[in-house]
């Protein structure tokens, strides 16, 4: 029987395991902690969120800032409906909530770990943690895997070690480029007068642009106690990772809190002066912001509260109005989204072939998950992307 390593007890490695044919291989999973899936155990909030509902491939991939090209064809082959469908097999129970992310229905993240576990119990895999992999030998047909306690032979090796960068070492020493790791999914440092004590504050739909990068995202925003977060931020904190990091996170937004162009804006305000000349600015919240975010926007202004509509002048509506639909504010850094970092970077997509998922360098060794130059936004699409690749793999190596 022909020897499989998987090397990281992690996502990619254990649904690749869960889905290897036991009766044809011996099958060892090696881990350098002394618990396995870690992070599928603090994922979404200790409750894991496995997926996302968009089952057209075309769709998804739009949520990869790196790696949709060459994801399209993996999902075409395994896609979030299948991910459903493989936990309902097993009798886990998966509920799509309204932003359409996918959870088990028991909110627990180890419902997840457990099927994986019983996968592998079943398939009588063998699972050693505290086992640290330092180094990788070819040796004629096989490898030689080196951990910290033993020297293993495998043929064929699945690398599945997440974003760790000794462990992206050990590819890039077999001879695989490796692009080099940058954060993503991040929230904004901001420190701006607007800003100042409104934390909580939400927008249902803001756009936020990067003048200088011609970027642009929208969706909901929220100010923090350090700046901005919310899907807008996050979405554009991945598209535009790796030019953020170049810029050392230093760069101008341009927000627009309540996505109508100043032209609009104007019409909204004109048409409310025109019905309420006498109401006080104050109490006139013209526009679908909370008043405590109206109030700050007069404050900084310095536009008097008791001044009637009426009698606004047109400086001070233009103030409000780009205040409200084209804020220029001055990021100074970056903060990671409720501790949920993903990176960018890792081992080059071009060296990956995409039928299997196997080295186009390496024979028989393949590589799947974060330790490739492929993220999503938040939403589930890291995880389904682990699915994906892992089986795969599985597929590959189950009808050789
Ligand atoms: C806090 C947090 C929350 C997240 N929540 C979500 C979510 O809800 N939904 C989602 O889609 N994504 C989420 N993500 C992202 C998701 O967790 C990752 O994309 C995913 O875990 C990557 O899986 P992986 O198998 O590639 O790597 P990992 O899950 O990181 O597994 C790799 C494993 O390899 C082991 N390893 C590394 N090097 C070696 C070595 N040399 N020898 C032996 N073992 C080694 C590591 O210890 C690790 O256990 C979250 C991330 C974080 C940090």
Redesign the pocket.
Known sequence: MKQIII???????FFCASNLDETKYKIII????SD?L???K???GGR??VSHACFDPKELIQFYPRGNKELLSVFTKFQPGDTMEWFEQRNISLKIENDNRIFPESNSSQTIINTFLNEVQKKNIDVKTK???KEIVKDGERYIVKTSSEDLVADYIIY?????P??LK?VESLGHRIISLVPSLFTFNIKNDLLKDLAGTSFENAEVSIPKLKTAESGPLLITHWGLSGPAILKISAWEAINLAKVKYNFEIEVNFISKTLDEAEEIFQNFRHSNPKKTIGQSKIFEVTNRFWQKILDTLKIDLNKQVAHISGKEMQAILISLCSKKLQVTGKSTFK????TAGGVDLKEINFKNMSSKILPRFYIA???LNIDAVTG?????A?WSEAWLIAQDLNMK
């Not at 599945?160 to 760790?164: H, I, L, M």
């Not at 589930?380 to 389904?384: C, D, P, S, V, Y």
């Open positions: 090397i990281g007890g992690g996502a990619a490695g090696l881990e350098q902690n396995v870690q992070k599928v603090i994922s979404g894991c969120n086992s640290v992999v599945a070690t997440g974003s760790s000794k462990s050990i501790d949920e970092f993903v998950g974060e330790v589930g699409f890291n995880f389904q682990c």
